[in-house]
């Protein structure tokens, strides 16, 4: 991997929101692409808009009436109860807004793009991809489409007959599994809060297909022992010629939708550890519902691919932007922290291993058949 990683990104992610009340009304990706310039981090030749996908590229997954039905809704913004019924969508999670076709069908273009950016081999962050909870037929926990599902899809088209999915969102990947639990060439591995919706994955899986639901107050501890008695052992067995890997940013502790205590490090980790294990490497986002804990994990993500030093005090120009930023309806929001503001990397957070941890973790290995 001799060529500099490549950035996909779009403002359409600064100017588009799931609406006022919605978890998903924080900026995110445009919030990564702003912190990382103000870092020197985002030269313009390691940067490449995302293309939208047209609908009848969705469709070598999506159901067609399904597209349909979304862009109608987008189009006329309202749905009507048949609609509403069969497809979740207008619902509380998946609302109606002004780009609610486009903004995912943004998110699938990068995806797509990115499998022809690594036919070649190298690495590219997608930080608006990473929708995993996307059905072929309706909506389904803020995801309208299914993007890591077309990355798989456009990786194997360009040329990677084995992929790895590795998830570590707080929520388990259902629509990916969906798509490819039974697929003996894509090894899936996610770790989830057990319990948090949408309450599948439980311990277990098919032979490439391994969850590991773990217990709330989750460390860094404790994922340094999942990657390294899981994760790198599985894929490194598995012998990839790509990896996908889906960052969610929820799992961290000021994250307001889950219960676990990792730190922006433990995310790290993992990106640099699964860097080098294969030839073609996509990074995606995923959840991520406080701005300055996704914002400055994400960013730390794009420094870790490229090999820049974090430092310790951020400048001026890079403290404005998290400076910027607003979360009024969360009691840790109206208060932040100063260190939200003037640095990228969190304090560590240990702890004694939880238990049962090492038991789940020898249980999914002696299930791995590949």
Request: charged fraction near 20%; include cysteine; aromatic fraction near 8%.
């Amino acid at each position: 991997m001799t060529a500099r990683p490549i950035f996909i990104g779009s403002e359409i992610y600064r100017g588009s929101s799931y609406g006022r009340w919605h978890p998903l009304r924080v900026p995110r990706v445009s919030t990564v692409m702003d912190l990382a310039r103000a870092m020197d981090w985002l030269p313009p030749e390691q940067y490449v808009t995302s293309p939208r996908a047209k609908a009848s590229a969705l469709q070598a997954w999506h159901h067609r009436d399904y597209i349909k039905a979304l862009q109608r809704a987008e189009r006329t913004q309202e749905v009507g109860e048949q609609d509403k019924e069969r497809y979740q969508l207008g619902t509380v999670t998946n609302p109606v807004f002004p780009q609610m076709f486009s903004r995912p069908a943004t998110g699938v273009g990068g995806a797509l793009l990115a499998g022809e950016l690594l036919k070649s081999g190298g690495i590219v962050y997608q930080p608006g991809g990473g929708t995993h909870h996307g059905m072929p037929g309706h909506a389904n926990g803020f995801c309208y489409l299914n993007d890591p599902v077309f990355a798989i899809q456009s990786l194997r088209r360009n040329g990677a007959a084995r992929i790895a999915y590795v998830d570590i969102d707080a929520h388990h990947p259902d629509g990916v599994e969906h798509a490819f639990g039974d697929d003996p060439g894509t090894l899936l591995i996610s770790t989830h809060e057990a319990g948090l919706w949408p309450r599948s994955g439980l311990l277990g899986g098919a032979p490439t297909t391994l969850n590991l639901p773990v217990p709330r107050g989750l460390h860094d501890d404790d994922m340094a022992l999942i990657l390294d008695e899981l994760i790198l052992p599985l894929v490194q067995s598995f012998k990839p010629d790509a990896i996908v890997l889906q960052c969610g940013a929820d799992a961290v502790e000021e994250d307001p939708q889950s219960h676990l205590s990792v730190s922006n490090n433990a995310h790290w980790a993992v990106v640099s550890a699964l860097q080098n294990m294969a030839p073609r490497y996509l990074v995606q986002g995923g959840g991520g519902y406080n701005p300055w804990s996704v914002g400055r994990l994400w960013t730390g993500v794009w420094a870790t691919l490229n090999g820049h030093d974090i430092p310790e005090t951020l400048p001026e120009q890079a403290e404005a932007v998290l400076r910027g930023l607003e979360f009024k309806s969360n009691s840790r929001g109206r208060n932040p922290p100063n260190h939200w503001f003037t640095t990228i990397r969190d304090q560590p957070r240990g702890g004694p291993i939880h238990e049962g941890l090492r038991r789940d973790i020898q249980t999914l290995r002696d299930l791995a058949r590949f």
